[in-house]
């Protein structure tokens, strides 16, 4: 079975940095493309970031572009979000989904369950 | 950049048929991914345009695609189907996924 284990969500004041780790099993994690996706409290989806296999190509939504940086390891089969200069707009439920393919531009075809952050002002 | 439009809401009674519609330019010329969220839980994909997505969920759930409406059906809705729906395409013209606002099914 495929399993997304999310971690590092809590609180944090604005301004700050925090990093999310999502670890994953259940499937060859280096053939596999990886997203992170939000969702605000009571609010719908956001897309937040992919990247591909090897982490040679990243891409962000304009909202996070030069302040969230996504990242994996392949042998620990990790992955990573580091987020800075947080505002109280990212607040959110953040999602790990394992991607179809290599390339990040398949279906999402399984997510965790989440991690939460906070961002007190 | 690109918008995806949805209803905000879909009532439909147990036992009838449910469309939610996902409305875009020319959405016809991409792939469109459908996810289901019930409350509490996680999103999870329940149609995709991807031929080879070999689905455990119900043959109840189809979409469709052309010009620029993309549209889920559910057929013969069950109380268990009450859910947001969420519409997701690639835009290749600025290499960003897209999600639609999602759309409340209420099943009377």
Known sequence: ?121 | SYVLTQPPSVSVAPGQAARITCGADNIGGKSVHWFQQRPGQAPRLVVSEDSDWPSDIAERFSGSNSDNTATLTITRVEAGDEADYYCQVWDTDTDHWVFGGGTKLTVL
């Open chain 1, 1 to 121: 079975d495929v399993h997304l284990v999310e971690s590092g969500g809590g609180v944090v004041e604005s301004g700050g940095s925090l990093r999310l780790s999502c670890v994953v099993s259940g499937f060859k994690f280096e053939d596999s493309a990886m997203h992170w996706v939000r969702q605000a409290p009571g609010k719908g989806l956001e897309w937040v970031a992919l990247i591909n296999w090897d982490g040679g190509n990243t891409y962000y939504a304009d909202s996070v572009k030069g302040r969230f940086t996504v990242s994996r390891d392949n042998r620990r089969n990790a992955l990573f979000l580091q987020l800075n200069r947080l505002t109280p707009d990212d607040a959110a439920l953040y999602y790990c989904i394992k991607g179809h393919g290599d390339n990040g531009y398949g279906r999402f075809d399984f997510w965790g369950q989440g991690t939460l952050v906070t961002v007190s002002s």
